[in-house]
């Protein structure tokens, strides 16, 4: 196998990019196993998809933004590595599909030459960090949160402390109270506030959607934005402490604090405070005055009297806080368009606007630092490219996960029922698509990747099983989720189970009652009628006694419906075994090993911690007692271990594990922690030696 070159100069990247390498072809050789390849290469971005021997690619984007140079080199990569197609996701990322395994090193190696990551894009990681879509140019925010999503973001990427965790950790920054981030859906959330003058967040914790969504906690009411590293830092060292690693389904955040509750949880995250440096630099803004470039491009025609102009420049173009300037939305239908339209764009942005623009979680665009003279010919550009469409955060722009088009968990298609759907609103109910009235969010499965939770209309994949045992596609209708700011939101009711092709049906139903109503709050005509209102409504529609030949179709397909759920990935499940542990452990050390000649005291400390939990593991699943989460095994260690005498150490377990716990980070304590850790280390060897022989 012909060895791979890196010609950047990030000796970081590098070492990352040649590891990839290694590992690929480890596995190919049967030198790793499937389940344990599978958890580094999501850490690194690649995700499986259901069409065998192809791979995901997760573009990690933090709070979405990104320059017309990174636009064109996402672009070009998907030309060269993939099918050319861009798909936005409801974190402010950029996936690819259909990508060979073997050329991940040198895809990745091409985004970094923009200063763009996959590391830890999906994984048991700190997700991509999303903000605010109009975050430094909205004229009603409280501050632009950017700089600060961009400190944690650099903070937490290749941190020791969350590149294992039982599960991943999602964060969000809103630029005011509106929390249009929605932070009470989220592991760790931030609400831009100030007092007395200092800039500051609410700050909420243990949040989360699924199949048992959870309002997230206050976490604190203000807490200053110099501290807000060293608290994120402590609440994901409690997490990855704590956190269950045995049954994935309960080892989100979430479940943690359901589990100990918020007291105990916040006790616990104080202790950890102790054992961590404060931030040592506060972030800077990232704002800056618009440069535009050129001169003013030229507008073929007179567009003053074009009556779809004129509803564009109302529904689509905002004023900014920078005199003068304009951000423009651009719907994206699903999130989708293609390398031709992305090029394109980026060319246009970079010569006549500030050079920025970015992603929502809505799976649109913003285009940036528009400059009023320069509306007219944008508009004819984004018309020639087809991305002027109306709609933009309207109720026919639907946000949907890509469902069973890719992804291993979908169980019914997400994104041609969120066609389906469009153009019935469009044809139907021209009202809702130049007012944002109705919220409709579309997920495959249970797992609110299109955030149906949340949504004032949801619609979640499902199956459903007829008497003489066909299978047909079903969606879950829910109703009445919603965001009502301050970090509070609504999470939907379960309404009713529907075959998959009735949903437009469903949807029409619900919608002319609504306009009907003459309500302008969805949720408050939700709650005038109340939930069973809604399923007498629909009941009809639940019927499978008579079902026609189309209903066992799916959307977008010509063939009978089968259910095929892969393996899940998004929490990278993991067969841990003993000699794995033990090599992993080994070069764990050899990590903590370069970060102290490094000076990096901290992450020296947490990958010796790392490699103790990995041997005292190996050693317990040798003995085969199950394990859990890091603290448990290291409790259970000291009892089979420590405490009847079979290893022999030369210092106190438990002293050294609280010490761990409490004592801030310096070059002795890290030397010592690490030597206490090569120790270790080195009787596992002869204890497994002399088990073996």
Not at 39 to 55: D, E, K, N, S
Not at 69 to 74: A, C, P, S
Request: glycine share 6%; aromatic share 8%; with cysteine.
């Amino acid at each position: 196998m012909q060895s791979f070159r890196t010609e950047l100069e990030n000796p970081v990247v590098e070492r990352d990019l040649i590891e990839l390498e290694k590992k690929i072809h480890a596995f190919k050789n049967g030198q790793i196993n499937e389940e344990r390849f599978r958890t580094l290469r999501l850490a690194r971005g690649i995700y499986g998809q259901r069409q065998p021997g192809v791979q995901m690619i997760r573009i990690k984007l933090p709070y979405g933004q990104l320059s017309a140079g990174q636009l064109r080199r996402i672009a070009q990569v998907s030309d060269d590595y993939s099918t050319g197609k861009l798909h936005i996701t409801t974190r402010q990322d950029i996936q690819i599909h259909h990508v060979s395994l073997d050329r991940t090193p040198q895809l990745w190696e091409e985004l970094e030459r923009d200063d763009i990551t996959l590391r830890e894009a999906c994984g048991n990681t700190v997700r991509n960090i999303t903000a605010s879509a109009f975050s430094g140019i909205d004229p009603a925010e409280v501050f632009d949160v950017r700089p600060y999503a961009e400190q944690l973001f650099q903070h937490f990427l290749r941190n020791p402390v969350c590149q294992e965790m039982g599960r991943k950790i999602k964060i969000s920054f809103s630029n005011s109270e509106q929390d249009d981030a929605r932070a009470f859906m989220h592991d760790l959330g931030f609400i831009a506030k100030t007092k007395q003058g200092k800039k500051g967040f609410k700050v909420l914790v243990g949040g989360g959607l699924g199949s048992q969504s959870r309002q997230a906690d206050v976490y604190a009411d203000f807490l200053e934005v110099s501290e807000i590293q060293a608290h994120s830092e402590a609440i994901l060292r409690v997490f990855d402490r704590l956190g269950e690693r045995n049954n994935r389904m309960k080892a989100r955040l979430k479940f943690l604090l359901k589990d100990i509750g918020f007291a105990a949880f916040y006790q616990e995250v104080q202790q950890e405070l102790t054992a961590i440096s404060p931030s040592r630099v506060e972030s800077e803004h990232l704002s800056h005055d618009p440069i535009v470039l050129e001169k003013i491009p030229e507008n073929k025609r007179g567009l003053e009297s074009d009556p779809l102009y004129q509803q564009w420049l109302t529904q689509q173009v905002f004023m900014q806080k920078q005199k003068g300037f304009f951000a423009v939305g651009v719907k994206v239908n699903l999130g989708d368009f293609n390398s031709e339209q992305a090029r394109s764009l980026a060319n246009w942005v970079e010569r006549y606007t500030g050079n920025e623009l970015t992603l929502t979680t809505e799976q649109n665009l913003i285009v940036r630092h528009v400059p009023r003279a320069h509306l007219p010919a944008l508009f004819e550009f984004l018309q020639e490219w087809s991305l002027s469409a109306l709609g933009y955060a309207k109720t026919n722009d639907i946000t949907a996960c890509p469902g069973t088009d890719t992804c291993n968990l979908g169980i019914a298609n997400s994104t041609q029922l969120s066609i389906a759907l469009q153009n019935h609103i469009e044809e139907n109910y021209p009202s809702l698509t130049q007012n944002k009235k109705v919220d409709i969010k579309i997920s495959g499965c249970m797992n609110s990747c299109g955030q149906h939770m949340i949504a004032n209309i949801g619609f979640q994949g499902m199956s459903i099983n007829t008497k003489d045992k066909r299978v047909a596609p079903a969606v879950q209708v829910l109703l009445g989720g919603g965001n009502l700011g301050s970090g509070e939101g609504r999470f939907a009711d379960k309404v009713i189970k529907i075959p998959s092709k009735r949903a437009v049906r469903a949807l029409d139903l619900i919608l002319s009652n609504f306009e009907a109503s003459g309500e302008n709050s969805f949720l408050k005509f939700y709650d005038q009628k109340g939930s069973k209102f809604f399923y007498d409504l629909l009941k009809p529609l639940s019927e499978i006694d008579e079902l026609h030949a189309n209903d066992f179709i799916d959307w977008g397909h010509d063939q009978d419906y089968q259910k095929a759920i892969g393996v899940g990935e998004c929490a990278g499940v993991v067969i841990d075994l003993v000699s794995t542990l033990l090599v992993e452990a080994e070069e764990k050390l050899q990590w903590a090993k370069e970060t102290l000649a490094e000076g990096r005291y901290q992450d020296a400390l947490y990958h010796s911690n790392n490699a103790m939990v990995g041997i005292a593991k190996a050693l317990l699943l040798a003995e085969g007692k199950k394990t859990n989460s890091p603290q448990v095994i290291l409790d259970d260690f000291e009892q089979e271990f420590i405490h009847t005498k079979r290893l022999l150490l030369p210092y106190s377990w438990k002293e050294n594990r609280e010490r761990f716990k409490t004592t801030i980070a310096s070059k002795t304590w890290a030397e010592n922690y690490f030597n206490q850790a090569l120790i270790l280390f080195e009787q596992a060897q002869k204890w497994r030696k002399h088990e073996n022989n």
